[in-house]
């Protein structure tokens, strides 16, 4: 089992940079493959980025491509995500997610989430 904690959400105006940080309990973190999703008001959870156990492969929702990167330190039981020119429409509460299998954009895949952190962006 596995506990998640996120941090590093808060305000920024839009076309600047966040990097959200997701802390994991645990000897086993390496195992899992680790995601990001997000969940705005009154909209479903959407998929954000995905990290494979070591960090050699990673996938993103074309809305974040080219602007947010996931990374992992599996020596600090942590995982980042890296956003650079925000927008107002990433504003939301963003989540990351733990699964020992899932390699998935779908949230139903995973058995862990983190209470979530938020993220608001200006215009």
């Known amino acids: 089992q596995v506990q998640l904690v996120e941090s590093g959400g808060g305000l920024v105006q839009a076309g600047g940079s966040l990097r959200l940080s997701c802390a994991a309990s645990g000897r086993t973190f390496s195992s899992y493959v680790m995601a990001w999703f997000r969940q705005a008001p009154g909209k479903e959870r959407e998929f954000v980025g995905v990290i494979n156990w070591s960090g050699a492969s990673t996938d993103y929702a074309d809305s974040v491509k080219g602007r947010f990167t996931i990374s992992r330190d599996n020596a600090k039981n942590t995982v980042y995500l890296q956003m650079n020119s925000l927008k107002p429409e990433d504003t939301a509460v963003y989540y990351c997610?733990?699964?020992?299998?899932?390699?998935?954009?779908?949230?139903?895949?995973?058995?862990?989430w983190g209470q979530g952190t938020q993220v608001t962006v200006s215009s």
């Open positions: 997610a733990a699964d020992l299998n899932a390699y998935s954009g779908s949230s139903y895949k995973y058995d862990y």
